[in-house]
């Protein structure tokens, strides 16, 4: 069993920085592969960052590649989600996921444990 909670969310200006956290409880979190996944009003949850459980590799989708750097530290059983160059359309409820499943990292169905979310709001 692994628990997810995720905090750095809030109101931020376009353009600006925010920088996301997932803390997860349990002794086997480097053995987890995890994802930052969104969801916007009115849309479906979307694959945002993956970083396989060694740290090794990690994977983005396109609208934010060069802008957010996903990251974690083993030792501290947390995973980050750097945001810079904010945009409007970057607002939503961001949710942190574990997954055993490499090959399916940017798959929601492949996600074994989820946390609640945070709240990104953009403002233009």
């Known amino acids: 069993q692994v628990e997810l909670v995720e905090s750095g969310g809030g109101l931020v200006q376009a353009g600006g920085s925010l920088r996301l956290s997932c803390a997860a409880s349990g002794r086997t979190f480097s053995s987890y592969h995890m994802g930052w996944f969104r969801q916007a009003p009115g849309k479906e949850r979307e694959f945002v960052a993956g970083?396989?459980?060694?740290?090794?590799?990690?994977y983005y989708t396109d609208s934010v590649k060069g802008r957010f750097t996903i990251s974690r530290d083993n030792a501290k059983n947390t995973v980050y989600l750097q945001m810079n160059s904010l945009k409007a359309e970057d607002t939503a409820v961001y949710s942190c996921a574990a997954s055993s499943r490499r090959n399916y990292i940017v798959k929601s169905w492949a996600m074994d444990y989820w946390g609640k979310g945070t709240l990104v709001t953009v403002s233009s």
């Open positions: 970083i396989t459980a060694s740290g090794g590799s990690t």
